[in-house]
């Protein structure tokens, strides 16, 4: 699996957007990057995933840079429920894959 | 959606004693489920694969005598530490997919405190 970078920590005005970045410059031809986040004692919480177009769900927006060597997870209206700990992983396609958790970014929204 | 239901939320268990930790998947089949582990300020780490209807694939490293795993249905996997320890206190996070799916449903976790 692709080793991914991303920032420790990110701090975001509530209601402004915040913008994580991910470094992912191994990824392969067929890993879809997902992006999952984490309250604060509690499981992760899927959020969005793509493979080379961008995307947008009720959640977030994902823009996936044309040679795929990174990607930002975009929160466009932050609030302070969505201080988490954000984690971008690689993944291939096929069944039973596992999801392997970097470091992720610390986000903290401020009032 | 998908929903995946673990309990206990919380577990304090004395040393030498066993726990186990359920993880339902409530609306759909779960071929594979995985266990984690996570401790303080870490990030979560994966300690095994579990297939229904057969053994478990522990990670490197991962006692398989001492984190017993179960995933005898497509909507039961139990996960059984064994004579815990206090250095077996963390937080154990169970995760489901689904035959041909996509994506990941995570339990709330299990904290356990072995004292």
């Known amino acids: 699996d692709a080793k991914t970078t991303q920032p420790p920590s990110m701090d975001c005005a509530e209601g402004r957007a915040a913008n994580l970045p991910c470094n992912h410059s191994?990824?392969?031809?067929?890993?879809?990057v997902y992006w999952y986040r984490q309250i604060h004692s509690q499981g992760p919480q899927y959020i969005i995933h793509?493979?080379?177009n961008n995307e947008t769900n009720e959640m977030a927006s994902l823009i996936i840079t044309e040679d795929r060597k990174s990607s930002t997870l975009i929160l466009p209206h932050a609030t302070l429920r969505d201080t988490a700990v954000y984690y971008c992983i690689p993944l291939s396609s096929g069944s039973a894959r596992q999801l392997t958790f970097g470091s992720g970014t610390q986000l903290t929204v401020l009032p | 959606g998908a929903v995946v239901s673990q309990h206990p939320s919380r577990v304090i268990c004395k040393s030498g004693t066993s726990v186990k930790i359920e993880c339902r998947s409530l609306d759909f089949q779960a071929t594979t489920m995985f266990w984690y582990r996570q401790f303080p300020k870490q990030s979560l780490m994966l300690m095994a694969t579990s297939n229904e209807g057969s053994k478990a694939t522990y990670e490197q490293g991962v006692e398989k005598d001492k984190f017993l795993i179960n995933h005898a249905s497509l909507t039961l996997s139990t996960l059984t530490v064994t004579s815990a320890h206090p250095e077996d206190s963390s937080f154990y996070i169970c995760?489901?997919?689904?035959?041909?799916?996509?994506?990941?449903?995570f339990g709330s976790g299990t904290r356990l405190t072995v004292v």
């Open positions: 793509g493979l080379k």
């Open positions: 191994t990824i392969s031809g067929n890993e879809y």
């Open positions: 995760s489901a997919s689904r035959q041909g799916g996509y994506g990941y449903t």
